[in-house]
């Protein structure tokens, strides 16, 4: 076992996350035990997950979308069932959001760029005011299917085409979750592909009229790689059990 607040400050540190603006509350959420002997790690928090953490024996639960957003909120009906759970189970709820995303060795983008082998990695991507996305080069020119099938495999999911570019795709854009609103800075980039979670209405046109391709992997999908990865991390750190648990999101 390791002391809650041991972990705490490693992954605070390592994450930069006292430095990086961010609508969620990155750390520490909900405290609960101070010695932990277990870290379950998810997407997203949620009843579901927190329940599945119980039953595996966690002391602290991980996510990349926690339940502190920026602003007070009142503890009444889903969100007092959430809390109570955790408190009642003495169980930590630990969240790391834009830090998570940005972080470029065990952030979404930089594990989901490192998948298609791509070079000459740079930041891209600005999301009020920070960059939390990567861009890169191919190794090899490939195909929409072809880049589609790696990151389907990688992300365990089934990625949603939009096919208005280059058939011959070499320079990609990536911004995980559901950043479909920063597809026209790949598009002014002269990017061939952007890669993103999510989707809404305006995307097709700006595709077609901006001559570039768009995968989506799926808000949740796309933003399992830097969970697994800071998962990773921690074990090799810490004397802990670690366990990832889907709690699966087809959005």
Not at 144 to 165: H, I, M, N
Not at 221 to 227: I, L, R
Not at 234 to 251: C, G, S
Request: charged residues 20%.
């Amino acid at each position: 076992m390791v002391n809650c607040e041991d972990v705490l400050h490693f992954l605070d540190t390592y994450l930069n996350s006292a430095q990086i603006p961010d609508m969620s509350h990155n750390g520490l959420q909900v405290e609960g035990t101070p010695r932990v002997g277990k870290i379950v790690f998810g997407v997203s928090a949620s009843l579901a997950l927190f329940r599945q953490a119980k039953e595996a024996g966690a002391d602290m639960v991980l996510v990349h979308h926690g339940l502190l957003w920026g602003q007070e909120q009142a503890v009444t009906g889903l969100f007092k069932e959430r809390v109570a759970f955790l408190l009642k189970n003495d169980i930590n709820l630990v969240a790391y959001h834009l830090p998570l995303d940005k972080h470029p060795v065990v952030g979404h983008n930089a594990c989901l760029i490192r998948a298609l082998g791509a070079q000459r990695e740079q930041p891209f991507g600005v999301y009020h005011g920070q960059t939390i996305g990567f861009c890169g080069v191919l190794p090899e020119p490939q195909t929409l299917d072809q880049v589609a099938q790696t990151l389907e495999a990688y992300c365990q999911t089934k990625a949603v085409r939009l096919p208005f570019g280059t058939n011959r795709i070499e320079s990609v854009g990536i911004v995980s979750g559901g950043a479909y609103s920063m597809l026209p800075q790949a598009i002014e980039k002269h990017l061939d592909l952007y890669i993103t979670g999510v989707l809404d209405e305006p995307a097709q046109e700006w595709c077609r009229e901006g001559h570039i391709n768009c995968l989506a992997l799926g808000h949740y999908n796309s933003e399992k790689p830097g969970v697994l990865a800071l998962m990773e991390l921690v074990a090799k750190r810490f004397d802990v059990q670690t366990e990832f648990i889907d709690v699966p999101n087809p959005l």
